[in-house]
């Protein structure tokens, strides 16, 4: 078994109905939360600690599944549409080992949405999720969201050595990312693939 890391990732949006709208690459809603799903939980093995920066579950199916995630720890940093459709905050209590609206730790903040940069205080950057395509520009911020890195969970390591180079997400201009890799990664790649064939002209 290998060393223990810490995995990150946000804005799953598992169960949401229309996720399709906004990644077409996806065929159905089903198949986005299944694919989405099996990144997820093959991306950790028992040791590790999953980081989720919010809108992870938007159901009491999918909050279920990642409650059945085998790590070491499931941290929540509690985003906007988490306790929505019928999920309480005692629901997602039961599901993760920690639940935070906002964390400070290791000289970093963690959040849903991103925090004011007067907010900083002492500490170097902000990991959040929230924003989904959209980068802050500033220096110190980097975005975890599904669409920031490629809809694959991403290590703390890396996020903090990308944050020493300056980017504040991973999937910019500074090089290829070292995303995890997990068993669903080749039909993630497929659907990647399947959706670059519809832009070619013909």
């Keep these: 078994m290998g060393k223990s890391k810490r995995v990150v990732c946000a804005d799953w949006h598992l169960g949401h109905e229309n996720i399709t709208e906004f990644r077409p690459q996806f065929s159905s809603a089903e198949e986005h939360h299944e694919v989405m799903f099996d990144v997820l939980a093959s991306s950790v093995n028992p040791r590790d600690t999953l980081y989720m920066l919010g809108d992870m579950a938007f159901n009491h199916y999918w909050l279920e599944r990642i409650s059945q995630i085998k790590c070491k720890s499931k941290v929540l940093l509690l985003g906007n549409h988490d306790p929505e459709r019928g999920v309480s905050i005692i629901d997602i209590g039961n599901a993760y080992d920690k639940v935070y609206s906002l964390l400070a730790n290791r000289n970093i903040w963690w959040s849903h949405a991103p925090i004011h ?63 995890i890799n997990c068993k669903a990664d080749k039909r993630l790649a497929r659907i990647e693939w399947r959706a670059k064939c519809r832009l070619i002209p013909s």
């Design 117 to 179: 940069p007067s907010d900083f205080r002492s500490r170097k950057a902000n990991i959040h999720g929230h924003d989904h395509a959209k980068v802050l520009a500033e220096p110190g911020y980097f975005c975890v969201s599904a669409e920031q890195i490629n809809y694959r969970p991403i290590t703390f390591a890396d996020i903090m050595e990308r944050i020493a180079a300056g980017q504040n997400n991973a999937i910019d201009n500074h090089g290829t990312p070292t995303f």
